[in-house]
C-alpha cells in the first residue's frame, strides 16, 4: 500500500501524524511500545519519541496503532 509503513513483522507501536489545516495531516514518524503505560500514557510518550520531544503544546497530534495504520487505507 503506497505511503503506508509496513506492519508486517514490526513490534506494535504507534504512527504518530500532527495535523497541519483542517483535515490535513502530516506523518511525523512511528515509535516503539512502551510496556507497562496506560493507552493515554503510550500515546502521549509516542508523541514524544516521534518528535524527540519538540512537540508543542499548541500543535495536535494522533498516534495510531501500526497495526491500524493499514487497515484505514481498506476504506
Given at each position: 500500500?503506497?505511503?503506508?509503513?509496513?506492519?508486517?513483522?514490526?513490534?506494535?507501536?504507534?504512527?504518530?501524524?500532527?495535523?497541519?489545516?483542517?483535515?490535513?495531516?502530516?506523518?511525523?514518524?512511528?515509535?516503539?511500545?512502551?510496556?507497562?503505560?496506560?493507552?493515554?500514557?503510550?500515546?502521549?510518550?509516542a508523541v514524544g519519541d516521534?518528535?524527540?520531544?519538540?512537540?508543542?503544546?499548541?500543535?495536535?497530534?494522533?498516534?495510531?496503532?501500526?497495526?491500524?495504520?493499514?487497515?484505514s487505507f481498506e476504506l
Amino acid at each position: 500500500m503506497p505511503g503506508a509503513p509496513s506492519s508486517a513483522g514490526t513490534p506494535p507501536g504507534p504512527i504518530v501524524l500532527r495535523q497541519t489545516a483542517e483535515r490535513k495531516w502530516q506523518l511525523v514518524g512511528e515509535a516503539d511500545r512502551r510496556p507497562g503505560l496506560t493507552a493515554r500514557a503510550a500515546r502521549v510518550q509516542a508523541v514524544g519519541d516521534a518528535t524527540n520531544g519538540s512537540a508543542k503544546d499548541d500543535e495536535v497530534y494522533a498516534a495510531i496503532l501500526r497495526s491500524e495504520w493499514p487497515i484505514s487505507f481498506e476504506l
